[in-house]
């Protein structure tokens, strides 16, 4: 196996099937959620719309086209933050262009002069509007928070719900304190130190420059609808790059807070039903023998309490001749009901078919015992699908019933996904960035079942239940987690094994209650 680095930007760009199509939405980002809210985040861009001129603003009241500086970013960092809490992942619909060209937070007429702007705005609402259909239709009711920049009060932030009206499902449903009071999102806000306009409890007017846009107007509850909208406008001295991750973690917390209060109490548990239980995927990749044994007979003894799949590798391979020791330890494996798959490379679709089937086929005549493959080193680029998808007939015709894993170690072609070549995908192998990971948008929550991670590298205990646990959150349902490093992370079991399959197994309690 592999370590595959990963490079990552908070441009890259993952697109909801919502959104017209990629030209079309190549300056939005959309990140699909996993709980009832939604973050927008219209004005923070900076790129300039192809063959587009900027607006002039002419008959326009109120134009504007500064952007509201880092706004996009603090977006970002709220939600990654908020699954950091173990809440779960928010929607995210930002724009990427810049506010000069296209003015998100504004009806179509308003927004752009020029047609060739249209397909960018479409797409950022119709990204919107997706993401609020989807939270209806999974919890009934939820939150859609606009982030706004202002330079009036630079350590303030303001409220704008079109005082109450576009939050008013919030209020009928829990009464005034749950928009103005010290239970209320801006009174979380308050607790943690920020000031507040209008100021907890306080009945006076939104202010007339930060009431809500049309953003809060258009999609919030407003009308009988059951997404509560409120738009954000943060100050500068809040957005100031000094500040953002003070910032971001104490509102993230704040959200969090308000949400555990507010918002549908199955959210969690919702996710929990289209999560499956979490299978420990461990690369056992020691020599059965000596010290090497002691950690087949740990994998072995923790398999009455969790599922686990063990990847058996005796030789980069099959090899070419039956090894007894690995012969035996894979029987007694079995025999405890761990699901055992064989080591094959294949050098990410540079090795000819021939070979790699040549290698499975020996796997079955060595070790029958063997219920699948894992083909390590796989191309993540589109354009092999049909070369892995070879791979997976010739072995499933060599295997019934096979249980068939494939490591990219990062992210791949969402086709991989839809042919079906594979049981589960490892889309994360590395020793730093499991903590920032997200699954791309076009991963459905009911895909948890297909995608699996190694993080490794000296990660320590409380680390290493930190991400078993935000796993279950993030919608991967095959994990291992190691303190073991580079040159060969998998060689030895994991210092903290013994806990790492207690954290598991009470996860999946957990989700059996549920």
Same mark, same amino acid.
């Given at each position: 196996?592999?370590?595959?680095?990963?490079?990552?930007?908070?441009?890259?760009?993952?697109?909801?099937?919502?959104?017209?199509?990629?030209?079309?939405?190549?300056?939005?980002?959309?990140?699909?959620?996993?709980?009832?809210?939604?973050?927008?985040?219209?004005?923070?861009?900076?790129?300039?719309?192809?063959?587009?001129?900027?607006?002039?603003?002419?008959?326009?009241?109120?134009?504007?086209?500064?952007?509201?500086?880092?706004?996009?970013?603090?977006?970002?960092?709220?939600?990654?933050?908020?699954?950091?809490?173990?809440?779960?992942?928010?929607?995210?619909?930002?724009?990427?262009?810049?506010?000069?060209?296209?003015?998100?937070?504004?009806?179509?007429?308003?927004?752009?002069?020029?047609?060739?702007?249209?397909?960018?705005?479409?797409?950022?609402?119709?990204?919107?509007?997706?993401?609020? $259909?989807?939270?209806? $239709?999974?919890?009934?009711?939820?939150?859609?928070?606009?982030?706004?920049?202002?330079?009036?009060?630079?350590?303030?932030?303001?409220?704008?719900?079109?005082?109450?009206?576009?939050?008013?499902?919030?209020?009928?449903?829990?009464?005034?304190?749950?928009?103005?009071?010290?239970?209320?999102?801006?009174?979380?806000?308050?607790?943690?130190?920020?000031?507040?306009?209008?100021?907890?409890?306080?009945?006076?007017?939104?202010?007339?420059?930060?009431?809500?846009?049309?953003?809060?107007?258009?999609?919030?509850?407003?009308?009988?609808?059951?997404?509560?909208?409120?738009?954000?406008?943060?100050?500068?001295?809040?957005?100031?790059?000094?500040?953002?991750?003070?910032?971001?973690?104490?509102?993230?917390?704040?959200?969090?807070?308000?949400?555990?209060?507010?918002?549908?109490?199955?959210?969690?548990?919702?996710?929990?039903?289209?999560?499956?239980?979490?299978?420990?995927?461990?690369?056992?990749?020691?020599?059965?023998?000596?010290?090497?044994?002691?950690?087949?007979?740990?994998?072995?003894?923790?398999?009455?309490?969790?599922?686990?799949?063990?990847?058996?590798?005796?030789?980069?391979?099959?090899?070419?001749?039956?090894?007894?020791?690995?012969?035996?330890?894979?029987?007694?494996?079995?025999?405890?009901?761990?699901?055992?798959?064989?080591?094959?490379?294949?050098?990410?679709?540079?090795?000819?078919?021939?070979?790699?089937?040549?290698?499975?086929?020996?796997?079955?005549?060595?070790?029958?015992?063997?219920?699948?493959?894992?083909?390590?080193?796989?191309?993540?680029?589109?354009?092999?699908?049909?070369?892995?998808?070879?791979?997976?007939?010739?072995?499933?015709?060599?295997?019934?019933?096979?249980?068939?894993?494939?490591?990219?170690?990062?992210?791949?072609?969402?086709?991989?996904?839809?042919?079906?070549?594979?049981?589960?995908?490892?889309?994360?192998?590395?020793?730093?960035?499991?903590?920032?990971?997200?699954?791309?948008?076009?991963?459905?929550?009911?895909?948890?079942?297909?995608?699996?991670?190694?993080?490794?590298?000296?990660?320590?205990?409380?680390?290493? $239940?930190?991400?078993?646990? $935000?796993?279950?959150?993030?919608?991967?349902?095959?994990?291992?987690?190691?303190?073991?490093?580079?040159?060969?992370?998998?060689?030895?079991?994991?210092?903290?094994?013994?806990?790492?399959?207690?954290?598991?197994?009470?996860?999946?309690?957990?989700?059996?209650?549920?």
């Amino acid at each position: 196996m592999i370590a595959r680095w990963m490079s990552w930007s908070v441009c890259l760009i993952f697109l909801v099937s919502t959104c017209v199509n990629a030209a079309d939405s190549a300056l939005v980002t959309v990140r699909q959620g996993t709980c009832p809210i939604l973050l927008t985040a219209p004005h923070g861009g900076n790129q300039a719309v192809p063959d587009v001129k900027p607006r002039v603003g002419e008959g326009v009241s109120q134009f504007a086209m500064l952007r509201d500086m880092r706004t996009d970013t603090l977006a970002e960092r709220i939600a990654a933050e908020m699954e950091l809490l173990g809440y779960g992942k928010p929607y995210l619909v930002s724009a990427r262009f810049d506010r000069k060209f296209i003015d998100a937070n504004r009806g179509r007429q308003d927004a752009y002069e020029d047609p060739l702007a249209q397909p960018h705005y479409d797409a950022y609402h119709q990204a919107i509007d997706a993401a609020c $259909q989807e939270i209806i $239709q999974h919890w009934g009711r939820g939150l859609l928070l606009d982030i706004h920049g202002t330079s009036t009060e630079p350590n303030t932030i303001f409220r704008g719900t079109n005082d109450g009206k576009t939050a008013s499902h919030l209020v009928n449903r829990f009464g005034n304190d749950s928009l103005r009071g010290p239970t209320s999102l801006f009174g979380r806000f308050a607790a943690a130190g920020y000031t507040v306009n209008p100021g907890i409890g306080s009945e006076a007017p939104e202010s007339a420059r930060h009431r809500g846009g049309y953003t809060v107007r258009s999609y919030g509850s407003r009308e009988g609808r059951t997404i509560d909208a409120i738009q954000l406008e943060f100050g500068s001295a809040l957005r100031a790059t000094t500040s953002l991750d003070r910032t971001s973690k104490d509102f993230a917390s704040a959200i969090v807070e308000f949400a555990s209060t507010y918002l549908p109490k199955d959210a969690i548990d919702r996710l929990d039903e289209q999560q499956a239980e979490l299978t420990l995927f461990v690369p056992a990749y020691s020599y059965p023998a000596g010290q090497g044994l002691r950690f087949w007979n740990e994998l072995i003894a923790a398999a009455d309490n969790v599922p686990i799949v063990a990847i058996a590798n005796p030789a980069s391979g099959p090899g070419t001749a039956r090894d007894e020791n690995y012969s035996n330890v894979l029987e007694r494996a079995a025999v405890a009901g761990i699901r055992l798959i064989g080591y094959v490379t294949t050098d990410y679709a540079r090795r000819k078919i021939a070979d790699v089937d040549r290698d499975v086929d020996r796997w079955t005549t060595l070790y029958p015992m063997i219920d699948g493959i894992f083909f390590d080193e796989q191309s993540s680029d589109r354009e092999h699908v049909e070369y892995y998808s070879t791979l997976s007939q010739h072995t499933r015709a060599k295997i019934p019933n096979a249980f068939l894993a494939s490591n990219p170690g990062m992210i791949c072609a969402k086709e991989y996904v839809a042919s079906q070549a594979f049981d589960v995908i490892c889309v994360f192998e590395n020793r730093e960035g499991y903590d920032r990971f997200h699954l791309p948008d076009w991963a459905a929550p009911t895909d948890s079942t297909k995608f699996a991670a190694l993080p490794y590298g000296e990660l320590k205990p409380d680390v290493a $239940q930190r991400f078993l646990r $935000q796993t279950v959150s993030m919608g991967v349902s095959y994990i291992y987690v190691t303190h073991d490093s580079l040159p060969n992370p998998w060689d030895e079991m994991a210092s903290y094994w013994n806990q790492e399959v207690s954290v598991v197994r009470q996860i999946n309690m957990a989700t059996r209650k549920d």
